[in-house]
């Protein structure tokens, strides 16, 4: 298959292996195809590759063979200034990695400022705005470790969206949550992917995926085994391993 | 917090290569570290300090001949000992932060070299660094007395200090990297903004106790005639032949000296904690 100009992300028989003599096939040969606004929940079994896809859209981890292609530019291509990408590449993790020295404030407008040499004062406006939209306005000057699970992954959230991206990538956003918090952070997405965000999501939040998701893809054993719209994939599986996997967890 | 101080005092030079190395809590190198949990601990500091004190003030009284005239001839000395302290630790501060980022670096040649500096360093005895400078290397440069207790301090505790750095940089979590990574900022800008800011509040407790350990090593200087606080006492004894007299003020004096640190250091090592980093 060759590059779809029409996606905002296009992923191409990536491979990646891991270990000495790359005896571990944690990617095996995907095809993805996502489109500007789309939503893809990518859900799958622990060890089928889900983080390793997603980690490497902006590179944080680097194929073994096969392209992907953020907006057109090509990221497997090793001459590119990959920083430009990940501007462009928002991510959310399972951990959140808020930055734990930082007030939630600056903890969104450190990238801006460093990276895009915005002025304090425009980036603070922004980044209020931005906790405001995820309901933290009372919380700019509170450090991560004053504020609840729940309230961490808003701010991780807000901080991707301080770069203003074209993409957001989330890992297991809610896996690390106390169940009362799950809602909190599945509400803000939801309102992203309604703005028209395009979203590539790892979750098993089924809930958010029929409300959301554009597309179901299902990964085993590094590979994309099934791609089908929420209710046809959820309720209507081909693939006799789709069917055990959905039984497992619905 | 505790667990990221190097061991140090039995570290075989041989252990530095194994990377990730098991740390282990260690606070003997300094003065007794009070404790408030443990009461024992901490009237025996308060006894320590303040006995100490009391020693310093009645002992001059008591018998001004010679201890007032000994009090009054070594405060040159505790100057030059601050001194000799405060800029070597400033040195090796520096020469500790290019070591262990060398340390954790991908590239190996840095890497090795930061490595052999430690391992080398580690292997040789304060004491013989100190001749090596001052005498052997002094036969092709000479360098002021001063200038050579400095710059064997600071070549010296710079490894110990980049083992605390490496330690500290490391004690950072992998996702923080990552997330300034995926946020677009390149390695140098994540390890500025993101990384040190962490590793700086993290190290403060065990750089302190390598402030206390740099200061007693200090009197190794005087050595080499550097009029540090030992050097005063051991001139003052020279002249008058009242050697018990004479150390018993400078044990006295390093004494209340390093107590009162530790207690700083004590009160570091909290504060940080509180701080909780993540
Ligand atoms: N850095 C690494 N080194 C070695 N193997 C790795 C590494 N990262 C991932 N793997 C392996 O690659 C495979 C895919 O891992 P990945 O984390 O992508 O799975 P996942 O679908 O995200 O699983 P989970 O649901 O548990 O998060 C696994 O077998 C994993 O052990
Ligand atoms: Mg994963």
């Not at chain 1, 920083?83 to 990695?97: H, L, P, S, T």
């Amino acid at each position: 298959m060759a590059y779809n100009s029409d996606t905002r992300v296009c992923i191409r028989g990536a491979r990646k292996q891991f270990g000495a003599s790359g005896e571990i096939v944690a990617l095996n040969g995907v095809d993805l195809d996502v489109y500007p606004g789309e939503v893809v929940l990518i859900i799958g079994p622990s060890g089928s590759g889900k983080s390793t896809l997603l980690r490497s859209i902006n590179r944080l981890e680097t194929l073994s063979a096969g392209d992907i292609w953020v907006d057109g530019a090509r990221v497997t291509d090793p001459a590119i200034d990959i920083r430009k990408i990940r501007e462009d590449v928002g991510m959310v993790f399972q951990a959140f990695n808020l930055f734990p020295h930082l007030s939630a404030l600056q903890n969104l407008t450190m990238a801006p400022r460093t990276v895009k040499r915005r002025e304090k004062t425009e980036a603070d406006r922004d980044a209020r705005r931005l906790l405001e939209r995820v309901g933290l306005a009372d919380k700019e000057h509170a450090r991560p470790d004053e504020l609840s699970g729940g309230q961490q992954q808003r701010v991780a959230i807000a901080r991707a969206l301080a770069m203003n991206p074209k993409v957001m990538l989330f890992d297991e956003p809610t896996s690390a949550l106390d169940p009362e918090m799950i809602k909190e952070v599945l509400d803000v997405m939801l309102d992203l992917a309604k703005e028209g965000m395009t979203m590539i999501v790892v979750s098993h939040e089924m809930g958010f995926a029929r409300a959301a998701a554009d597309k179901v893809v299902f990964m085993d054993e590094g590979e994309v085994v099934e791609v089908g719209a929420p209710a046809e994939l959820f309720d209507s599986a081909v693939e006799e391993r789709t069917k055990r996997f959905l039984d497992h967890i619905l | 917090m505790a667990e990221i101080i190097p061991k140090r005092g039995d570290d075989a030079p041989g252990d530095v290569s194994s990377s990730p190395a098991r740390l282990t809590v260690n606070v003997s190198d300094g003065a007794l570290i009070p404790d408030r949990g443990e009461r024992s601990l901490f009237s025996a500091w308060r006894i320590s300090f303040f006995g100490a004190i009391v020693l310093l003030v009645t002992l001059p009284i008591v018998s001004p001949s010679p201890y007032l005239e000994i009090l009054r001839f070594i405060p040159d000395g505790v100057v030059t000992t601050f001194q000799v302290t405060i800029l070597s630790i400033l040195i090796s501060l520096v020469i500790g932060l290019i070591t262990g980022l060398g340390r954790i670096s991908r590239n190996v040649v840095l890497n090795r070299i930061a490595t052999i500096y430690v391992e080398v360093i580690r292997g040789i005895p304060l004491l013989v660094q100190l001749f090596y400078i001052y005498f052997a290397l002094g036969q092709i440069v000479q360098v002021p007395r001063l200038t050579a207790a400095i710059l064997a301090m600071s070549i010296c505790y710079g490894a110990y200090m980049g083992e605390i750095f490496r330690a500290g940089l490391q004690s950072v979590p992998k996702g923080q990297m990552e997330a300034a990574l995926a946020l677009g900022l390149s390695r140098r800008q994540a390890l500025r903004k993101v990384i040190l800011p962490q590793t700086l509040l993290i190290i403060l407790p065990p750089v302190g106790n390598e402030f206390i350990a740099l200061l007693k090593d200090s009197s190794l200087v005087s050595i080499i005639a550097v009029a540090d606080l030992l050097r005063r006492g051991r001139e003052f004894a020279s002249v008058t032949f009242e050697y018990f007299e004479a150390y018993t003020v400078v044990a006295l004096v390093y004494l209340v000296i390093t107590l009162f640190l530790s207690k700083i250091v004590s009160y570091l090592e909290t504060w940080v904690q509180k701080r909780g980093v993540q």
